[in-house]
């Protein structure tokens, strides 16, 4: 769990590019089995139109 906790927070918002700070995620979409978190419904709301336009396989 920590793995993954250490991932997300290293991780990067797929539409502005942002650092992730898990204290301000407030939404998630999901994407072909993976979760993607946003801290602005703005850019869920981009990210959910056009998710490929974001995820690089």
Partial sequence: ????FD?????KYPVCGMEVDVEL???VSKYKNKDYYFWSL???E???ENPE???KD
């Fill in 53 to 55: 336009k974001y995820v």
């Fill in 46 to 48: 981009e990210f959910d």
């Fill in 25 to 27: 995620i407030k939404w």
């Fill in 1 to 4: 769990m920590k793995e993954e």
């Fill in 7 to 11: 991932k997300l927070v290293k991780s």
């Fill in 42 to 44: 703005i850019c869920k």
